[in-house]
């Protein structure tokens, strides 16, 4: 054998041991594989460490493997691993919003460690929206040159962060941006929730040609987001003039003026120009998501002025779209109710097939405009658990308030799909709910799973993740023929915790228990501890002003325990009641709970009609918080109508 043929074979038989030193262990059987992971899930809040390195040695297989993924991703954090534990997590190929976290993991591990060569190279690996974040962690590194070069791009990329971090070498770093740079930097301000400041500093530049052009076109949106549509019309072309973009820009800006005055009669004239300019707009060189708002907007202020030609056009080309935007229901319905005073009785029915689930508002006011009316409004009234439109028509006719009919049988829990099951087992809760959530976003669950879930979420603190599970099962729930789901299912649809307390509470302010159960429940599914991003505490939701006011008027105090669900409930059905005395209807009064008393109040004065003033109101949540109470109410009158006469 020659010499160069035995050094071949010798750098082939190389290769071969290196090969088998770094392909690492081989698959596990799929026993082997479930025993590992079982032993993993269990150990996983007692000793993460070991659990991750078992995570890591059952690798990839066909069941568990996102909760896998999850659960490991959390260990690591968990025990502050180093970098290499993070390269062969991610080797693992993790879903994208786990591979992004566990990269930014692992840039930091590199920088806390000094290396920050490799650190800034995995930021080029993460996804572009995504490399603002490691520049932060590379800010706060220990190396003046890394953190500067951090900050030249956070400037850009995220001035709200670097604003914070250090204001004066934001302030420096900023005055030297180009004029791309300092839209890109406006965008960022806008993109967190910063539109005001970026409003102000595109204000004090000026430019030319076509990078004054799109500088005036950031600054308009800058000023709609901060609430300023007179300073967005000022830095755009006037009349005719301008670009399709710019008439877009126009249109929005005078929806929301008109917005803004309404429901002063002096908001026609904006909702009117709003219309013209979304025409320039579709008639100019539009197309794509531009050309689906400017008809959006159209509809919108057409159905606003009476141009029902032009909003019901509008609408055909939308619907065409396939398109479903979050105001499509309020935007429809109020161009159907605009149809049926106006007698266009085809139209509305048009309007209707394309919006199941205002079928029966549209209905309703066809009825109301029609000369023979009852045969339809008797029909809308034949309801089992009236919506609001069953109420109303029976309120027109002077029907009866009917009783609820039997519900039907309870339906038994399930058992738990298998991969749940273990989860459950190990005594994961937690990410057995959330396996149990990627099932059910792959198929539909069936009835008894549904409740099992359900039962599971509940108990676990998961309120509103249980309601999810019981309209997956029983489509009917939230319906008028909610009465045909069993009862089992109905009641943990509509729980009533703290009855007796709902039962003194609205007894002091003058109300129906069911009323107040009907917010409860809207408001925080019965959760004592909820808060809202605005500051509302408990399970009425109340402000702490609230609260302080109806306190100091019933002897308790400055200082409510808002968490408190009997002083919770208390306070909020004061308020409440102080709202159905003022207003002298319910409809107003639940509007004014959610969107305050000064707005209602200038709603009211135009529209003092309950039917009329529900339709109109101009903000499509407080609509809907109004509709969905009045049927939750409804409901807990009829599903709860023994317990309720026993209280009386």
Not at 146 to 151: E, F, G, I
Not at 173 to 202: F, I, M, N, T, V
Not at 293 to 319: F, I, K, Y
């Amino acid at each position: 054998m020659s010499l160069d043929h035995r050094r071949r074979l010798n750098v082939l038989a190389a290769a071969i041991v290196a090969a088998a030193c770094t392909q690492g262990p081989q698959p596990h059987s799929l026993p082997e594989r479930d025993r590992i992971l079982d032993q993993a899930f269990s150990l996983a809040d007692t000793d993460p460490a070991r659990a991750a390195a078992l995570f890591a040695d059952a690798g990839p297989g066909t069941t568990l493997e996102s909760s896998r993924m999850a659960v490991w991703a959390a260990c690591l954090e968990r025990t502050a691993t180093g970098p290499d534990a993070w390269r062969r997590y991610l080797d693992d190929r993790p879903p994208e919003t786990l591979a992004v976290q566990a990269r930014l993991s692992l840039i930091r591990t590199l920088i806390d460690g000094g290396s920050f060569k490799t650190a800034i190279l995995e930021r080029s690996r993460l996804p572009s929206t995504h490399q603002a974040e490691a520049d932060v962690l590379l800010f706060a590194a220990a190396d003046p040159t890394v953190s500067l070069d951090a900050a030249h791009r956070l400037v850009v990329s995220s001035p709200s962060f670097l604003s914070t971090a250090d204001r004066e070498l934001d302030r420096r770093l900023a005055s030297k941006l180009s004029p791309e740079q300092q839209l890109d930097r406006a965008r960022a301000w806008r993109r967190a929730g910063r539109a005001s400041r970026a409003a102000s500093e595109l204000r004090g530049s000026m430019w030319s040609g076509d990078l004054e052009t799109r500088r005036r076109r950031e600054l308009a949106r800058a000023e709609l987001e901060s609430g300023s549509p007179l300073r967005a019309l000022k830095a755009l072309p006037s009349g005719r003039n301008g670009e399709a973009e710019d008439h877009l820009l126009r249109a929005r800006a005078f929806r929301n003026r008109g917005w803004h005055r309404f429901p002063d009669r002096g908001e026609r004239r904006f909702f009117q120009d709003c219309a013209s300019a979304a025409e320039l707009s579709i008639t100019g060189d539009t197309d794509g998501d531009a050309l689906v708002e400017a008809h959006l907007l159209r509809l919108e202020c057409a159905t606003q002025t009476g141009r029902l030609e032009a909003a019901l056009e509008s609408w055909r080309v939308l619907e065409t779209e396939a398109w479903r935007d979050a105001r499509r229901e309020w935007l429809g319905r109020r161009l159907g109710l605009a149809l049926a005073r106006a007698g266009e009785i085809l139209a509305v029915r048009e309007l209707a097939r394309s919006l199941p689930t205002q079928e029966r508002c549209l209905r309703y006011w066809l009825a109301v405009a029609s000369a023979d009316s009852s045969d339809e409004l008797a029909t809308l009234a034949d309801a089992s658990i009236a919506d609001l439109y069953a109420l109303w028509a029976r309120q027109a006719l002077a029907l009866p308030t009917p009783q609820v009919s039997s519900l039907a049988l309870a339906v038994p829990a399930g058992a738990p799909p298998v991969s749940v099951e273990r989860l459950l087992t190990a005594g994961t809760t937690s990410e057995a709910l959330r396996q149990w959530g990627r099932i059910r976003r792959s198929r539909p669950p069936t009835p008894a799973e549904a409740v099992s879930a359900a039962q599971h979420a509940a108990n676990h603190g998961w309120s509103t993740d249980s309601i999810r599970w019981l309209r997956a099962g029983f489509p009917e729930l939230g319906t008028i023929g909610m009465n045909e789901a069993p009862e089992n299912v109905v009641r943990s649809y509509l729980p009533l915790p703290f009855k007796e307390e709902i039962e003194a509470a609205a007894n002091e302010a003058g109300l129906d228990p069911w009323l107040i159960a009907g917010v409860a429940r809207q408001e925080s599914g019965f959760v004592p501890h909820a808060q809202s991003p605005k500051g509302a505490i408990g399970i009425l939701q109340l402000l702490p002003s609230t609260g302080r006011l109806h306190a100091r008027a019933l002897g308790l105090g400055s200082h409510p325990d808002l968490r408190d669900p009997a002083v919770n409930l208390r306070l909020g059905a004061r308020e409440l009641g102080f709202l159905v005395r003022r207003f002298g209807a319910v409809e107003p009064a639940l509007a004014a709970y959610n969107g305050g008393l000064t707005r209602v109040r200038g709603w009211w004065k135009r529209w003092p009609d309950r039917q009329r003033f529900t339709e109109e109101i101009p903000v499509p949540e407080t609509y809907n918080y109004v509709r969905r109470v009045v049927f939750l109410a409804e409901a807990y009158r009829l599903v709860y109508e023994d317990d309720w006469r026993r209280a009386r």
